[in-house]
T-cell receptor
Framework: GESVGLHLPTLSVQEGDNSIINCAYS??????FIWYKQESGKGPQFIID?????DKRQGQRVTVLLNKTVKHLSLQIAATQPGDSAVYFC??????????FGAGTILRVKS | DTEVTQTPKHLVMGMTNKKSLKCEQH?????MYWYKQKAKKPPELMFV???????INESVPSRFSPECPNSSLLNLHLHALQPEDSALYLC????????????????FGPGTRLTVT
């Protein structure tokens, strides 16, 4: 079967440290992935995406890494801030722009 | 304007009621979506509209009836819901719903928190 899932349900980090959120996928045919951030009471917010022809993509304070060999995706947040506290979802974009979300990781930033 | 708006923010309805959720975007997007999100769970796709036509129905029960009156509006009509239908209903839009694997960012609204009593 196909699935997009996460290793850690909750991640607590100290303010200023780097955060790494992981995601595993099982469909080797998947070729496009997205990370979303969802704050309490809000809808998911696009963070960054990556295609399977890339290994790494950087944004502002965020980096997504894709390891196709082990079917693993990670989101790195540099200098984590209290405003980064949220639930983070990886998602796989399928045919017809159909998104399949992973289970989610709660990121808690301690001040 | 990169905003997707949804009304109402909260809705409480009985199992015999008929209600509607509304979604609006003015980004010129031609694809719109309904998702259902239960507490502590990821969003799950319900429907996809592309150019105002229903393109994907993820085997959603008929008590949920989507409607796309024009390219900016998306409705979800609710009738005879069950308590287990209580959830956050999210609307999203994107530039296109590509025929192949797309790369169009989906913009989400804040959702409607639905409680069925």
């Amino acid at each position: 079967g196909e699935s997009v899932g996460l290793h850690l349900p909750t991640l607590s980090v100290q303010e200023g440290d780097n955060s790494i959120i992981n995601c595993a996928y099982s469909n080797s045919a998947s070729d496009y992935f997205i990370w979303y951030k969802q704050e309490s009471g809000k809808g998911p917010q696009f963070i960054i995406d990556i295609r399977s022809n890339m290994d790494k993509r950087q944004g502002q304070r965020v980096t997504v890494l894709l390891n196709k060999t082990v079917k693993h995706l990670s989101l790195q947040i540099a200098a984590t801030q209290p405003g980064d506290s949220a639930v983070y979802f990886c998602a796989e974009n399928k045919y017809g722009n159909k998104l399949v979300f992973g289970a989610g990781t709660i990121l808690r930033v301690k001040s | 304007d990169t905003e997707v708006t949804q009304t109402p923010k909260h809705l409480v309805m009985g199992m015999t009621n008929k209600k509607s959720l509304k979604c609006e975007q003015h980004m010129g997007h031609r694809a719109m979506y309904w998702y259902k999100q239960k507490a502590k769970k990821p969003p799950e796709l319900m429907f996809v509209y592309s150019y105002e036509k229903l393109s994907i129905n993820e085997s959603v029960p008929s008590r949920f009836s989507p409607e796309c009156p024009n390219s900016s509006l998306l409705n979800l009509h609710l009738h005879a819901l069950q308590p287990e239908d209580s959830a956050l209903y999210l609307c999203a839009s994107s530039q296109e719903a590509a025929g192949g694997v797309g790369s169009y960012e989906q913009y989400f609204g804040p959702g409607t928190r639905l409680t069925v009593t």
